[in-house]
């Protein structure tokens, strides 16, 4: 079964500045999907980012980007220029075809004016 | 606007008693699914729905059932809710069951006494 691990439980960054969030996962796949969801204090569910393992270039979404390592099986969300509007919880998500996601713990992001 | 429509948003009740949320999707999906979030746990399945007609059990199911109604609406009943199911559950929808990501409701927290 596909496990997603992150390992960092809170962080905190400051206004203007860059921060990484990072993510692991275990799969026997080869073609599968990775995500990232933002969740601020609203609870609604956001999508980030969305990398297809297949591609080797990574995902950029405006001021978000990924660092996909295939081989190390890495799933990194860096965040450029962090905004207040960042605070939220973020979940890593893993998918492959014909499988439902599985979703890792989650880091709480705290962007401090 | 097009989307996920979950209620109620929060609800209190007795050990013992019953409800169901409910969950409906106007974007045509086909896959439909119910997650319930807790603290350091992410987001954990509990029943899902690749398609109109068919419901299969996620990783917690135990106190649960569903009701796929039509490909628009699926519900997600507690019999007899104890306050292990104390939770924020979500209904989430997605046009296949593969890498498009899921869109999510608002989620509903639910309080079991």
């Known amino acids: 079964a596909q496990t997603v691990t992150q390992s960092q439980p809170e962080m905190s960054v400051q206004e203007a500045e860059t921060v990484t969030l990072s993510c692991t996962y275990d799969?026997?796949?080869?073609?599968?999907?990775l995500f990232w969801y933002k969740q601020p204090p609203s609870r609604q569910m956001i999508l980030v980012i969305r990398q297809e393992a297949y591609k080797q270039q990574n995902a950029t979404e405006n001021r978000f980007s990924v660092n996909f390592q295939k081989a190390a099986k890495s799933f990194s969300l860096k965040i450029s220029d962090s905004q207040l509007g960042d605070t939220a919880m973020y979940f890593c998500a893993f998918s492959s075809h014909g499988q439902n996601f599985v979703f890792g713990p989650g880091t709480r992001l705290s962007v401090l004016p | 606007n097009a989307g996920v429509t979950q209620t109620p948003k929060f609800q209190v009740l007795k050990t013992g008693q019953s409800m169901t949320l409910q969950c409906a999707q106007d974007?045509?999906?086909?896959?439909m699914y119910w997650y319930r979030q807790d603290p350091g746990m992410g987001l954990r399945l509990i029943y899902y729905?690749?398609?109109?007609?068919?419901?299969d059990k996620g990783e917690v199911p135990n106190g649960y059932n569903v009701s796929r109604l039509n490909k628009r609406e699926f519900s997600l009943r507690l019999e007899s809710a104890a306050p292990s199911q104390t939770s924020v559950y979500f209904c989430a929808s997605s046009e296949v069951r593969t890498g498009y990501g899921y869109t999510f409701g608002s989620g509903t927290r639910l309080t079991v006494v």
């Open positions: 799969t026997s796949e080869n073609n599968y999907y």
């Open positions: 974007m045509n999906h086909n896959s």
């Open positions: 729905s690749a398609s109109e007609g068919t419901t």
